[in-house]
C-alpha cells in the first residue's frame, strides 16, 4: 500500500467555522507533511512532523493548527480562515532519511478548500 | 537565496518530439533531487529521483534526468513525448540538514503541452 489518503476531497468553510483536515499512511513512514499549493503554483511547506514530534513550522499562521495523533494521522485544523488560504492542502509522509538516505514523499490527492 | 529554478514555464511540443527541461538548485553540500508530474486535476506522482550513484537515471514512462553536480542542474528528458505527458512538472530538492526529513523545496513548474 502506497497511498496517503486525504479527506475530505473538497471543503467549502466560512471565515468563521473550524474545520479539520484529515491525512492517513500505512507505509511505516515517521515523517508526514503539510504543504499548501496556489493555482499554477509549486506546493509550499507549512508542517513537518518526525516521529509525531513537530520539527519544522514553516511561520504558518496560528489559524492553521496541525497535530499528530499517532504515526499514521495527521490532521490539519482549521480557525478563522481567509478568503486567501483557499488553495489545495497536501499531504505527504516519507522515510527519515538519516545521512540522506531515501527521502521518497509520497503525496495524498489533496484537499481543496475554499474559503467563503 | 537559496531556490530550485526551472527555466522553461510553458512548454508548447508536438508529439514524437524530444523534451529537455531546465532545473538548476542552488544549494551546496549533498541534496536529493527529483521530478514530479501533475496531470490536470490528479495529485503529485513521482517521475524519478536521485540519491546518489549513477547520475543518468530513469524514471517511469520514459522520463530520465541526469545529475550534473558541477553545474547543479538536474534536467529532465524524454525522447519522444505523447499527448498524454501534457501535465505540469516540478523539480524538487531535498536541501542539506533538513533534519533527516523529505522536506521539499519545489521550482515553480513547467506547463508541458503537447499537440497531437
Known amino acids: 500500500d502506497t497511498e496517503v489518503t486525504q479527506t475530505p476531497k473538497h471543503l467549502v468553510m466560512g471565515m468563521t467555522n473550524k474545520k479539520s483536515l484529515k491525512c492517513e499512511q500505512h507505509?511505516?513512514?515517521?515523517?508526514m507533511y503539510w504543504y499548501k499549493q496556489k493555482a499554477k503554483k509549486p506546493p509550499e511547506l507549512m508542517f513537518v512532523y518526525s516521529y509525531e514530534k513537530l520539527s519544522i513550522n514553516e511561520s504558518v499562521p496560528s489559524r492553521f493548527s496541525p497535530e499528530c495523533p499517532n504515526s499514521s494521522l495527521l490532521n490539519l485544523h482549521l480557525h478563522a480562515l481567509q478568503p486567501e488560504d483557499s488553495a489545495l492542502y497536501l499531504c505527504?509522509?516519507?522515510?527519515?532519511?538519516?545521512?540522506?538516505?531515501?527521502?521518497?514523499?509520497?503525496f495524498g490527492q489533496g484537499t481543496r478548500l475554499t474559503v467563503v | 537565496a537559496q531556490s530550485v529554478s526551472q527555466h522553461n514555464h510553458h512548454v508548447i511540443l508536438s508529439e514524437a518530439a524530444s523534451l529537455e527541461l531546465g532545473c538548476n538548485y542552488s544549494?551546496?553540500?549533498?541534496?536529493?533531487l527529483f521530478w514530479y508530474v501533475q496531470y490536470p486535476g490528479q495529485h503529485l506522482q513521482l517521475l524519478l529521483k536521485y540519491f546518489s550513484g549513477d547520475p543518468l537515471v530513469k524514471g517511469i514512462k520514459g522520463f530520465e534526468a541526469e545529475f550534473i553536480k558541477s553545474k547543479f542542474s538536474f534536467n529532465l528528458r524524454k525522447p519522444s513525448v505523447q499527448w498524454s505527458d501534457t501535465a505540469e512538472y516540478f523539480c524538487a530538492v531535498n536541501p542539506p540538514f533538513s533534519s533527516n526529513t523529505g522536506k521539499l523545496i519545489f521550482g515553480q513548474g513547467t506547463t508541458l503541452q503537447v499537440k497531437p
Open positions: 505527504a509522509s516519507s522515510q527519515l532519511g538519516g545521512e540522506m538516505g531515501n527521502t521518497e514523499a509520497f
Open positions: 544549494y551546496g553540500g549533498t541534496v536529493n
Open positions: 507505509m511505516g513512514h515517521r515523517a
